[in-house]
């Protein structure tokens, strides 16, 4: 009896053990079929093999881009729906021109190839770039709003000037007024729980919890997944975008003792918003299976004027053109001549960004990144501070921004061309979440933002290489550690 039970032993463990090599197998074939960053296949292997059993679970919670069946099926039937529209938008040749500058054009010359569409002429910007500046012109757009306002934001805290917004939505619903409003299940999570919530909706504001945070969805889509998008659109000829959310940066993780959150905003109007809102009408398709009727270019207030403000607007994540903000960058940065100033408060870039940063500045462009030097992740802070030695090795200048948490997301080439929106430089914004960024070809955006960029240089300290160098050992270790998570980030 006790040689039958120890021989029913033997063969379970060599079972599961067998079984278990088998999975190990099976994943690492998956992972490397993936055609990933070999960053990101040699991280998670490395977690597979460290960490038994819990490694494996991870890589299929976190580990591949899951949208989930459902959406996925969704941004399919929509992919028809966007070509007959961005077909319907060639019958308006007026709106469009291939009149760039030598700088950009490499960028917009990727954005016909990806997306059909040539550079967008005739939209009017402006930069806004105090809260205060902020919360007035998108409240008093509300307020003179006739017929449909949508918004996507990824935060929504309550408290000081966003109470103002939230009552200004409520005085336009009752007023006739359609209104629309996607949150991120995770970055408004406080929000979605509280009363001015509820009380919204009962106004009669639509309000639709975007990528639910639920472990029983894990198997069905992944968990981390993030609406990251910052949009306003106001009766289909008024928008907005930038890094900003709806938070008073007085009120706001005041408890992280990172200050206040510096953000930007552009405000558009003319043909761009045709393209704002149907990125809009499919992101609020792809999550409530609703169909939005796409805005028309006879919607436009005012006709466009001839090469003002060229534009183009690239949206990213799941369902979206694999990779575009990641070609968008990297086209750019091999396009500047003489300077490329980033914003960013996560630096975390991918091996083909880093090589095209450094590249740049060892060919005699001037490469200035302003970071924040508090940041509210801890992880990322770390994980960036790995590839400052690359970058001041290659003659980066590396500004940290004091006192408040720069928020501020922009990449600003030669003072002509701008890309300004929602992207970070870290893995997180340009493999995963839903983004967008603006592409502006004009010299008097270039000016302004190039004049707040300077503001923000006098306001930041210069990393001296040689001290850095001189850093103590451990913060060596740290840095290395979580390289090590930098693809994963």
């Known amino acids: ?193 509280t009363d001015e919530n509820h009380k919204m909706k009962e106004a009669g504001i639509q309000i639709i919890e975007c990528l639910q945070v639920n472990l029983l969805r894990f198997m069905f889509r992944r968990l981390d997944l993030r609406q990251h998008r910052k949009v306003a659109i106001i009766d289909n000829h008024i928008a907005y975008t930038g890094s900003m959310n709806i938070v008073d940066p007085r009120f706001f993780k005041q408890n992280k ?43 436009f207030a005012e006709p466009p004027v001839e090469q003002q403000h060229i534009m183009q607007i690239i949206p990213s994540g799941p369902g979206y053109t694999e990779n575009m903000i990641h070609q968008a960058l990297l086209t750019a940065i091999y396009s500047a001549r003489n300077e490329i100033i980033f914003t960013t408060p996560y630096l975390v870039p991918s091996d083909d960004l880093l090589h095209a940063i450094c590249t740049a500045a060892q060919r005699g462009v001037k490469v200035k990144i302003i970071i924040p030097e508090k940041n509210d992740s801890m992880m990322v802070k770390w994980a960036s501070r790995a590839f400052f030695s690359d970058l001041l090795e290659s003659g980066v200048e590396l500004y940290q921004f004091k006192n408040n948490l720069l928020h501020t997301k922009s990449v600003l080439i030669d003072k002509q061309l701008s890309l300004v929106g929602t992207v970070n430089l870290d893995m997180r914004s340009l493999w995963l979440n839903f983004e967008l960024t603006a592409v502006i070809d004009d010299t008097e955006f270039a000016n302004a933002l190039n004049d707040l960029l300077q503001s923000y240089l006098k ?24 390289y090590f998570f930098a693809p994963l980030l």
Request: glycine share 6%.
């Open 1 to 193: 009896m006790d040689i039958s039970l120890t021989s029913f032993y033997t063969w379970l463990n060599s079972f599961i053990l067998f079984g278990y090599w088998i999975l190990v197998v099976a994943t690492t074939l998956r992972i490397v079929t993936k055609r990933r960053p070999t960053t990101f296949v040699v991280a998670w292997m490395l977690i597979i093999y460290i960490l038994p059993v819990i490694g494996i679970i991870l890589y299929f919670l976190l580990g591949e881009t899951h949208l989930g069946q459902r959406r996925v099926k969704r941004a399919q039937e929509m992919r028809p729906i966007i070509q007959t529209f961005i077909q319907q938008l060639h019958d308006f040749p007026s709106i469009f021109t291939q009149q760039f500058s030598n700088v950009a054009k490499p960028l917009f010359q990727l954005c016909k190839h990806q997306t059909g569409l040539d550079g967008i002429s005739g939209n009017h910007i402006d930069l806004i770039h105090t809260p205060d500046q902020i919360f007035d012109h998108l409240i008093n757009d509300i307020n003179q709003a006739k017929s449909n306002i949508e918004m996507v934001f990824y935060i929504w805290f309550k408290g000081g000037r966003a109470n103002e917004v939230e009552d200004a939505l409520i005085r336009a619903a009752k007023r006739g007024v359609t209104c629309r409003l996607m949150l991120d299940s995770a970055g408004s999570r406080q929000f979605l729980k």
């Open 257 to 299: 003792n990172v200050g206040e959150w510096v953000d930007i905003m552009i405000r558009m109007n003319g043909p761009i918003t045709t393209l704002m809102g149907a990125i809009y009408a499919s992101d609020w398709e792809l999550e409530t299976g609703k169909n939005l009727s796409l805005p028309k270019v006879t919607d």
């Open 459 to 482: 306001n930041s300290d210069l990393i001296d290489f040689s001290v850095w160098q001189k850093r103590p050992f451990w913060q060596h270790i740290i840095e290395r550690l979580f």
